[in-house]
């Protein structure tokens, strides 16, 4: 897609939750729920400007950030060969805000939205989305597996991502299937399945740089 492509389709997103707000707004109630309990009761409340304004101004931040970084980082050279990539983690990331904002507007308008459970599954489909696309990234300090491992090898780089990516899609599917089943227990699948992904993430990436490294020694600059 490229910076420019990527940039524009980010406004466009960003410009979706902008007058998604804006379409709400006049209608909001003055005490405008923005965080809600497991269970999808309200627990903090905030201004209705603040409440339209917010999410759209942190995608927009988020957006800049995500542009910014790209230039800084000591391997661009290596996540501008893998720019598509970086493109499809940057908008599932806006794409799934939109979602969040589009149901906290809804629930606060009084339409009869299970808040949480939807947020869960899609959260299952960010993780399902962002496992796709990493398989496909090499090594970078801004995005991917990053561990002391994988950024000091090429090789444990790309195997980690390879059996990551397969996790992290596992992980999206099992909360996805286990919100719908038993949405009581929802953000325990949320949190469960990636702190899982974490823990094998970094246990497969040492063990395989420990068995490439017996010494210690990186072949990688």
Do not use: C, Q
């Not at 980082?73 to 970086?86: A, H």
């Not at 974490?198 to 990436?205: I, L, P, W």
Request: glycine share 8%.
């Amino acid at each position: 897609m490229g910076t420019k492509r990527r940039l524009a389709a980010g406004i466009v997103l960003v410009g979706v939750a902008a007058a998604a707000s804006a379409f709400a707004l006049p209608d909001l109630p003055e005490r405008t729920a923005i965080h809600f309990g497991p269970g999808g009761t309200p627990d903090s409340y905030t201004s209705p400007l603040f409440a339209a304004a917010f999410v759209p101004a942190l995608m927009l931040a988020l957006l800049g950030l995500f542009e910014g970084v790209v230039r800084v980082d000591p391997l661009r050279e290596n996540l501008r060969e893998s720019e598509g990539v970086y493109d499809a983690l940057v908008l599932a990331t806006l794409a799934f805000l939109v979602v969040v904002h589009a149901l906290v507007l809804a629930y606060n308008l009084g339409y009869d939205v299970p808040i949480t459970d939807a947020a869960f599954v899609a959260v299952g489909v960010l993780y399902v989305a962002l496992g796709a696309a990493m398989r496909r990234v090499d090594r970078n300090w801004i995005v991917g597996f990053r561990t002391p491992w994988t950024l000091s090898d090429d090789v444990v780089w790309e195997r980690t991502h390879a059996v990551g990516s397969i996790a992290l899609v596992l992980a999206g599917v099992v909360t996805v299937a286990g919100t719908l089943a038993l949405p009581a227990y929802g953000v325990w699948f949320v949190v469960g399945t990636i702190l899982a992904v974490v823990v094998f993430t970094y246990a497969h990436s040492y063990v395989l740089y420990r068995r490439r490294h017996p010494d210690g020694e990186s072949t990688t600059p």
